[in-house]
């Protein structure tokens, strides 16, 4: 899967890219009980020690908390736009096939930079499926394909869900944790989902019918 992502992320790579590099540093989320950075993923896996970044040990370690819980919303989206590109089924099929194409090849890179981010602030980020789904607020879909106007409004409903936590995770790691720069990071997140659920609605089956 890995090179052939690679080759399809490349054509969508720019618009993801610029996100990444517009906010460098960059990742981000969330707010609810799950999210919240003191009820963590893993809390003592870090490396931080050796950083003398201005930031407090005790702030980066909640800043990875949350962009770990994050990175398990994340994952489980992907997951879920992986399932709806395979099993999608109408007249729309082959645009919608592609688009969500599109749209996990987006993810993808979203994820990467999610846990690369998580690496920056000195911590180690989540990397299995169990820590995922134990960690993760968004449900996963399982059993039979739904029709396909319900996917696509799963999934818009899904980036809105990440949108709302990570907008609350900006002032979160600017304010509280003293983390500017994953502040910026956690916008650009924020604003690649904006640009997604916009996409989902506007090329969903009705208005392909049209
Ligand atoms: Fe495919």
Same mark, same amino acid.
């Given at each position: 899967? @890995?090179?052939?992502?690679?080759?399809?992320?490349?054509?969508?790579?720019?618009?993801?890219?610029?996100?990444?590099?517009?906010?460098?540093? !960059?990742?981000?989320?969330?707010?609810?009980?799950?999210?919240?950075?003191?009820?963590?993923?893993?809390?003592?896996?870090?490396?931080?020690?050796?950083?003398?970044?201005? %930031?407090?040990?005790?702030?980066?370690?909640?800043?990875?908390?949350?962009?770990?819980?994050?990175?398990? &919303?994340?994952?489980?989206?992907?997951?879920?736009?992986?399932?709806?590109?395979?099993?999608?089924?109408?007249?729309?099929?082959?645009?919608?096939?592609?688009?969500?194409?599109?749209?996990?090849?987006?993810?993808?890179? %979203?994820?990467? !930079?999610?846990?690369?981010?998580?690496?920056?602030?000195?911590?180690? @980020?989540?990397?299995?499926?169990?820590?995922?789904? &134990?960690?993760?607020?968004?449900?996963?879909?399982?059993?039979?394909?739904?029709?396909?106007?319900?996917?696509?409004?799963?999934?818009?409903?899904?980036?809105?869900?990440?949108?709302?936590?990570?907008?609350?995770?900006?002032? &979160?790691?600017?304010?509280?944790?003293?983390? @500017?720069?994953?502040?910026?990071? %956690?916008?650009?997140?924020?604003?690649?989902?904006?640009?997604?659920?916009?996409?989902?609605?506007?090329?969903?089956?009705?208005?392909?019918?049209?």
């Amino acid at each position: 899967m @890995a090179s052939k992502q690679k080759a399809n992320v490349k054509g969508s790579q720019k618009t993801n890219q610029n996100v990444i590099s517009k906010n460098k540093g !960059s990742s981000g989320l969330v707010n609810t009980k799950k999210l919240n950075p003191e009820n963590s993923v893993n809390p003592d896996s870090s490396n931080s020690d050796n950083l003398n970044t201005g %930031i407090s040990e005790e702030n980066s370690k909640k800043v990875a908390n949350a962009l770990n819980q994050v990175l398990a &919303d994340e994952f489980v989206l992907y997951t879920k736009t992986l399932n709806f590109h395979w099993n999608i089924e109408g007249r729309d099929f082959h645009a919608l096939h592609l688009f969500l194409d599109d749209q996990y090849n987006q993810l993808q890179l %979203i994820i990467d !930079s999610v846990a690369e981010r998580v690496r920056k602030v000195g911590h180690f @980020a989540t990397g299995s499926m169990k820590e995922f789904l &134990d960690s993760a607020s968004l449900n996963e879909h399982s059993g039979a394909a739904c029709v396909s106007e319900n996917m696509i409004a799963e999934l818009a409903a899904d980036h809105d869900e990440l949108i709302r936590k990570t907008r609350t995770l900006i002032d &979160d790691f600017d304010e509280k944790y003293n983390d @500017a720069g994953s502040a910026d990071f %956690i916008t650009g997140i924020m604003k690649e989902h904006e640009k997604m659920a916009w996409m989902l609605r506007a090329s969903g089956p009705q208005q392909m019918g049209k």
